[in-house]
């Protein structure tokens, strides 16, 4: 007999409702959940989709080893931990802990299990050599929140419901589903904005899917710092700052003022492509709307400022006051004793160490996935020399993969955790089977903060792990233990005596730290946790147990919270903090190489995700193939036609592509999704052709923005040309 089963998709930020069909232990399909309160009923292509991925014949379903000639063969659990870790305490004794890494990727953060043991054994082993997706995604938001806030994870979200104008930078949520923000339903969130009177303006250099719906405003590719820099002089020079807010609220603004000053919209129009005309009536009317969210996304993350461009995003909210009011942006808050504390106990934080390669700071622990590489195949001390990675495929997702692959085969042990044989890890000594998210427990960790609706859910396994695959918690927390660190129990002295304090209180717990207890307590010390009984109706997991769909914690993001927010001495933003001030300086005029006229960016598509949705027949439908965006008046100036195969070099590399000629980019801008180009072991991705666009990227050190170690993805010079 099927049975239907509550559950909530991972793939993306909304979280989506799902109901998952189940059959003698076998996913038969899912549906989106019509009693998910605020997902109601919907759900995208991909989260139907990933049925097929629950019950690919390609998924690693036992753990893998390479053999000498280069195939892979089955091996035990016990084989594969036994012989990692007689390496891994080989190289740890030869070479120091300082020559383990890790590599998390994407995925990684939608499992709270997965995220909390990869960061307790980095913790506990004092690991060096940890990268994620982040430098390549949203770690300079990250820092532009350290330097503003005091705070990492202080990150303001749009107040969808309640505002009248929502000015959107570098983002297409209509694709994208929206990031560093948790909206299911967005596309009728932004509708209702106009349906209620407001705007919807969208900064893209492309006329995206978002851009055609609502008001499109073009920029140049990585003109981002010289707008923003431009809105707050306008505004500055016109009186048309919230003087009220920017007292109440911040220190430095005659810093910030004087700072932004040189930045007039005929200055800077070189860089935006925008008339100055055009831009004042902006500035004005960001300043006049009754309530104004300012929001940002990748598209100001991956070019050459990104951790300015964040930082103006927020100094521009605030000085219109429209920071922590209604409808402005908007602090949630984290439901779990989480990342605020582990913050607060030194256990992640912002440049507490440099990398060895680029004297780049750490982000949260991490630094930037574009060194790796060279981390490895670098001589010295502290040389990586293990790595894992789980949850990645680096090679098709930072900059340069052909030197990441090749430096990958210079690793004394090369260990992946996957669902599949990917990109990556085709090269690795051990691929290990993880289990999908339907295979596991979860909570979301990372994004109930991010909620525009506070709320929260939790799921238990939907099916058993099918094959031999594990949740990648335990396969970490043993492979830790064959090195003598102990996940959560190894960490500094301060932080290990807490959380072992805390752990004790659970009533019935043990010596035994799971993730289900640790998150356990962490929810009920946490914002709207039952304190263990103290308060009535504060949550804990056998509440969220008996509300599978899911719980609405309040109706609104709470606002008047800058206090709880802001860590700086005093309690007040930072509007001028030095590394801003020195970088608005830096700026100077706008130099195109004559030999890379053009500008490449990303792209996202519904049917793709990232690098890993594209083994999928229903995804795939419709012979999709991968194609490079290109104005017709560039096709014709360089003789490419459409649908016919062109090359594009950038001083990095070049890729042949067929053209798909449009006039959604402007003349001088080319578009090119990423996560393409397969070979690994799956069989309907490497049929569908396509390149790896990441060859066109630079990992040299002066190319990585420098405050959060960014990767250069959007706004890379390029040239076009026909190929014969
Ligand atoms: N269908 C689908 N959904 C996804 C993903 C996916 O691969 N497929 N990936 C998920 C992930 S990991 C993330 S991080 C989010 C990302 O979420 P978003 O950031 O909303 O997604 P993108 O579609 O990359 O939107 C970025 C936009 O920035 C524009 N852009 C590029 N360069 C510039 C620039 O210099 N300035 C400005 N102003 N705009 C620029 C691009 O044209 C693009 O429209 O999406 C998530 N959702
Ligand atoms: N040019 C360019 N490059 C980009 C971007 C861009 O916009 N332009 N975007 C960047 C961004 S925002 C991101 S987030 C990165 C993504 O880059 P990565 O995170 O490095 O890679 P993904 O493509 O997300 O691949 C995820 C891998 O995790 C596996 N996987 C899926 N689910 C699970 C699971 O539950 N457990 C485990 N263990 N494995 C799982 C998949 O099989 C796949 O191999 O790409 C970045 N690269
Ligand atoms: S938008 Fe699609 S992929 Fe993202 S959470 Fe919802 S169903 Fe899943
Ligand atoms: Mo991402």
Redesign the pocket.
Known sequence: MPTEVVTYCRI??PLCGLIATVEDGRLVKLRPDKEHPLSLGNA?P?GIAFAEVQNDPDRVLHPLRRRADGEFEQVTWEQAYDDIGARLKAVVDTHGRDSLGWYFG?PSSFSYSHTLWILAFAVGSGMRHLYS?GSQ??NNRFVASQLLYGSLTATPIPDLDRTDLLFM?????L?????VMTAPRIKDKLRAIVDRGGRVVV????R?E??KAFEHLP??????AWLLASMLQVLFAEGRTDSAAIAAQSVGVDRLRAAVARFTPERTQAFTGIAPDRLRAMARELATARRAAIY????????RQGTLVAFLLDALALVTGNLDREGGGVFGEEAFLGLDFAQRTGMIGYDRRRSRIGNFPDVLGSFPAAVMAKEITTPGKGRLRALFTSAGNPVLSVPNGDELEAALTELELFVSIDLYVNDTNRKADYILPATTFLERDDIPLPFGALSTTPFIQATERVVEPYGEAREEWEIIDEIAKRIGVVPFVSTPKRVGAVLSGLIRRVPGSSAATTPKVLIDVALRLGAYGDRFGLRRDGLNMTKLRANPHGIVLREHVETGVLKRVVKHKGGKVRLAPDEIIDTLASLGDRQDDPDFPLRL??????????SWMHNSEFLMRGNRAHTARVNPVDAEAAGIEDGKPFRIASAHGSIELPAFLTDEVGAGTI?VPH?WGHRGGWQVANAAGGVNVNLLMSTAVEDIEPLAGMAHL??VPVRIEPVA
């Open positions: 993306c930020e995208c991909k994407n997706a995604d949203v930078v570098g983002a297409n949520p694709v994208s589903h929206g990031s900064v893209d250099p492309r995206s978002t851009a920029i140049r590719p990585d003109g981002d940002g996304r990748t598209g100001t993350c991956l070019g960016i990303g792209l996202r598509e519904l049917k793709s995700h990232n578009a996560g959007n706004g």
